[in-house]
């Protein structure tokens, strides 16, 4: 079956831009994550969805960051006036439910390259 | 604060020996422990996870790992290394509240 999609696959922009990345989960998916990947780091957790409920928005660097999931589905992570240092791979993933013991296995999409000039 | 500490940033092995990445955590209770890999350009795939019970936890693509309460450690290990598992490889540990605390990651070069 399909997996998580991500669009676009690269993102060359300016410094200053916005930029709007989307993720589409694995069909019936309720749980969706947003992590970036900096050259070198590790994953690091951006914010959360579950269902209907308030998304966990603690992992946000900055202002400047902001996700939305419409229908409970396709979710787009925006950057708002980009900076040098947000380039980084932004990986989409879902699980099928969400768990506060974080046992649920993550799919993870292949990524959006981000690279601000 | 939870965290998981990969100390190797990158290790070369022979195709056919043995391998072993190195995983710390640190946890207040029982972790749920995960292993992932990215091969170039792809995203994550899991490869094994632990919740509880048998502390050797086999996997996908003949990896298996190891749970050490007393050491903190879940370290992943194969036999006989292919030049095909040439990837990044992430230890990860689920902390509660939505999180998965993920380490930098290990890449594992293979030479022929």
């Known amino acids: 079956g399909a997996g998580v999609s991500q669009s676009p696959s690269n993102k060359v922009t300016e410094k200053g831009k916005d930029v709007e990345l989307r993720c589409d989960p694995i069909?019936?998916?309720?749980?969706l994550y947003w992590y970036r990947q900096s050259l070198g780091q590790g994953l690091e957790f951006l914010i959360y969805f579950q269902g209907n409920s308030a998304p966990d928005k603690s992992g946000l660097p900055s202002d400047r960051f902001s996700a939305e999931r419409t229908g409970g589905s396709v979710s787009t992570l925006t950057i708002q006036r980009t900076q040098q240092e947000d380039s980084a791979v932004y990986l989409c993933?879902?699980?099928?439910?969400?768990?506060?013991?974080?046992?649920?296995?993550?799919?993870f999409g292949p990524g959006t390259r981000l690279l601000v000039l | 604060a939870q965290s998981v500490t990969q100390p190797d940033i990158h290790i070369t092995v022979s195709e056919g020996a043995s391998l072993e990445l190195r995983c710390n955590y640190s946890y207040g209770a029982t972790p749920y422990l995960f292993w992932y890999v990215q091969s170039p350009g792809q995203g994550l795939q899991l490869l094994l996870k632990y919740f509880s019970g048998d502390t050797l936890v086999q996997g996908i693509k003949g990896f298996e790992a190891e749970f050490k309460r007393s050491q903190s450690s879940f370290n992943l290990r194969k036999p006989s290394v292919h030049w095909s598992d040439a990837a990044e490889y992430f230890c990860a540990v689920g902390a509660g509240g939505f999180k998965t605390i993920f380490g930098a990651g290990t890449r594992l070069f293979v030479k022929a």
């Open positions: 069909s019936g998916h309720t749980a």
């Open positions: 993933a879902s699980s099928l439910v969400g768990s506060r013991t974080g046992r649920e296995t993550q799919y």
